[in-house]
């Protein structure tokens, strides 16, 4: 639902409260959810399933995706981050569990890095330096980009459901991993990110402030996930020494939307960990 940030009043879009199960605590810690590229905050709907009981939850639609497709550019790493924080403001959320996919994980660890009261924890799936796009992301947007131009945003998003390999795992196993229902989330994507004229704000090099967080951080990633992901997480992991790693069986791309109960299992005895500690 929309809100009005209590700021400037300005309406600001794609930004959800979960309604809380009735055991949970109306004073409950806060998780935000941050969906990627070309998906929406549908893509953790088996995570709300299972942690609104015990946690208080926002979904952040990010700006041209979801309910926040109309908001306008540039859509960079930077105006992502700072839409979250506008968000959590707004919501008078002093500080939460961060909980990303792939470019909202990556928006995570900025938040950690520029706004660190903001973020509680880091829940990390498949994130990469906040900035620096590994090869195989930067090769397939480029390609997304062009076949817009040249084909249209139909044939695009196709091109992209198909060569993409954060989506191999769902494509091999169409009804295990509801390729049908994820793919229709795609084909919804406006493909704004992608063909913005202004490039959003250089991030600079981040990874002296990586080496900065103190909170705790989980990172997982599916064992049939790219490459490049598992150098990024390595990458990450260099930096921020006490993050936990976890690999999740049998999954690719996207677990927590492929292999549910086996991420909600993780990120619970994680969250269960740090508060007794």
Same mark, same amino acid.
């Given at each position: 639902?929309?809100?009005?940030?209590?700021? #400037?009043?300005?309406?600001?879009?794609?930004?959800?409260?979960?309604?809380?199960?009735?055991?949970?605590?109306?004073?409950?810690?806060?998780?935000?959810?941050? %969906?990627?590229?070309?998906?929406?905050?549908?893509?953790?709907?088996?995570?709300?399933?299972?942690? $609104?009981?015990?946690?208080?939850?926002?979904?952040?639609?990010?700006?041209?995706?979801?309910?926040?497709?109309?908001?306008?550019?540039?859509?960079? %790493?930077?105006?992502?981050?700072?839409?979250?924080?506008?968000?959590?403001?707004?919501?008078?959320?002093?500080?939460?569990?961060?909980?990303?996919?792939?470019?909202?994980?990556?928006?995570?660890?900025?938040?950690?890095?520029?706004?660190?009261?903001?973020?509680?924890?880091?829940?990390? +799936?498949?994130?990469?330096?906040?900035?620096?796009?590994?090869?195989?992301?930067? +090769?397939?947007?480029?390609?997304?980009?062009?076949?817009?131009?040249?084909?249209?945003? +139909?044939?695009?998003?196709?091109?992209?459901?198909?060569?993409?390999?954060?989506?191999?795992?769902?494509? $091999? #196993?169409? &009804?295990?991993?509801?390729?049908?229902?994820?793919?229709?989330?795609? &084909? +919804?994507?406006?493909?704004?990110?992608?063909?913005?004229?202004?490039?959003?704000?250089?991030?600079?090099?981040?990874?002296?402030?990586?080496?900065?967080?103190?909170?705790?951080?989980?990172?997982? #990633?599916?064992?049939?996930?790219?490459?490049?992901?598992?150098?990024?997480?390595?990458?990450?992991?260099?930096?921020?020494?006490?993050?936990?790693?976890?690999?999740?069986?049998?999954?690719?791309?996207?677990?927590?939307?492929?292999?549910?109960?086996?991420?909600?299992?993780?990120?619970?005895?994680?969250?269960?960990?740090?508060?007794?500690?």
């Amino acid at each position: 639902m929309p809100f009005r940030a209590g700021d #400037n009043g300005e309406e600001m879009k794609g930004v959800e409260l979960v309604p809380a199960a009735a055991t949970a605590s109306p004073t409950a810690e806060w998780i935000v959810m941050v %969906h990627g590229m070309s998906q929406d905050s549908r893509v953790f709907d088996r995570q709300i399933q299972a942690f $609104q009981s015990r946690y208080r939850i926002l979904l952040v639609d990010l700006p041209g995706h979801g309910a926040a497709t109309e908001m306008s550019g540039p859509f960079g %790493h930077v105006e992502f981050a700072d839409h979250v924080a506008k968000a959590m403001r707004a919501y008078e959320i002093p500080s939460a569990i961060i909980w990303g996919t792939h470019t909202g994980a990556t928006i995570g660890l900025l938040l950690a890095v520029r706004s660190p009261r903001l973020v509680g924890s880091l829940v990390l +799936e498949g994130p990469v330096v906040p900035g620096r796009n590994p090869p195989v992301v930067v +090769e397939l947007i480029e390609a997304a980009r062009d076949r817009i131009r040249h084909q249209g945003r +139909e044939e695009a998003l196709q091109s992209w459901w198909a060569d993409s390999c954060w989506f191999d795992s769902m494509r $091999q #196993n169409p &009804e295990a991993f509801r390729a049908d229902a994820h793919r229709a989330i795609i &084909e +919804e994507f406006s493909c704004a990110p992608w063909l913005a004229g202004t490039a959003g704000a250089t991030v600079g090099d981040i990874r002296p402030g990586l080496s900065r967080i103190t909170q705790p951080v989980l990172i997982y #990633n599916g064992a049939g996930d790219h490459p490049d992901f598992f150098a990024a997480r390595d990458e990450i992991t260099s930096r921020v020494h006490h993050a936990e790693v976890a690999v999740i069986d049998g999954a690719g791309g996207f677990p927590a939307w492929e292999m549910p109960d086996a991420v909600n299992t993780r990120v619970h005895a994680f969250l269960d960990a740090r508060s007794k500690g």
